[in-house]
């Protein structure tokens, strides 16, 4: 079968190619996203991508090549549209399965041979839309990883005074490293006090305030003390109806606030310069 389907590639070879260059010019055009890709760059890109399918059906590789699979890889990682992959293999496909439609006279052959190529490029298709779902998950991995890292800084604003502005709700993934990065903080800038500011947290319900409790009690261990602020009428009654416990915990309205209350505890006080 594999050599019968290098008969028909290879036979019409000159027409597959020159039809799916002429076919992916058009598609180029209907695609926005490779409207700002140079003429020459997107020629050379095609003449590329359709030596490698050639190849590898002459070639009759059971396994993807490494330079179609590189060729693959390149594309998504430059940020191409997956489309752009996916619409060539397409018509690679109808253009191939079209050809041995016309070159095969016999029935048999034909059904036979069209459903060996049909295979060979469903295999094809199969590998690029794991690497590209699996390219994909990771970089949502390491983009959530880090904007988690920017979203619980410990900042140090005084000396032995450091300040941790939240932002958004808070989950049990979110919580944890906010402990993480206030125990590590507070040991690295050796504050004496830390000021938890979640004046932009939309929403403190019981699960929030023990994550909070928790981080702070954390920090009494440590030596130091920790100072929620930012707490606006609606969240304050919101931890009344809940009956949320804050006594050991102390509180301020505002971040200036709580700076003026950290400076007292480190027995410091901002003077005016004459």
């Not at 058009?26 to 399918?53: A, G, M």
């Not at 048999?108 to 690029?128: A, G, P, S, W």
């Not at 500011?197 to 929030?208: L, N, R």
């Amino acid at each position: 079968m594999y050599s019968t389907i290098n008969e028909v590639i290879k036979h019409n070879r000159s027409f597959i190619e020159e039809e799916w260059q002429s076919q992916m010019l058009q598609f180029r055009e209907d695609e926005r996203e490779l409207n700002s890709v140079t003429n020459e760059v997107y020629k050379n890109s095609n003449t590329e991508f359709i030596d490698n399918l050639l190849k590898h059906v002459i070639d009759g590789q059971e396994e993807i090549s490494s330079d179609l699979q590189d060729f693959f890889e390149r594309t998504v990682q430059i940020g191409w549209p997956l489309s752009y992959v996916t619409k060539g293999l397409q018509l690679f496909r109808r253009i191939g399965l079209k050809t041995i439609v016309n070159e095969k006279e016999n029935i048999d052959d034909v059904m036979d041979t069209f459903e060996f190529f049909d295979r060979t490029i469903d295999t094809l298709y199969e590998k690029i839309v794991t690497y590209s779902t699996q390219n994909w998950k990771d970089t949502i991995s390491v983009q959530k990883k880090a904007l988690l890292e920017l979203s619980a800084p410990l900042i140090p604003v005084f000396e032995s005074i450091s300040v941790m502005p939240l932002i958004g709700t808070i989950d049990t993934e979110r919580a944890k490293l906010i402990m993480e990065n206030l125990l590590d903080g507070v040991i690295k800038n050796r504050s004496q006090v830390v000021l938890i500011d979640i004046t932009g947290v939309p929403v403190v319900d019981t699960m929030v305030a023990h994550h909070i409790i928790q981080a702070a009690e954390a920090v009494r261990l440590i030596g130091s003390k920790c100072i929620l602020v930012g707490i606006r009428p609606e969240i304050a009654q919101t931890i009344v109806n809940l009956g949320i416990d804050l006594s050991e915990f102390p509180t301020r309205s505002t971040l200036l606030k709580g700076i003026e209350a950290a400076l007292e505890l480190t027995n410091k006080k901002i003077e005016a310069l004459s």
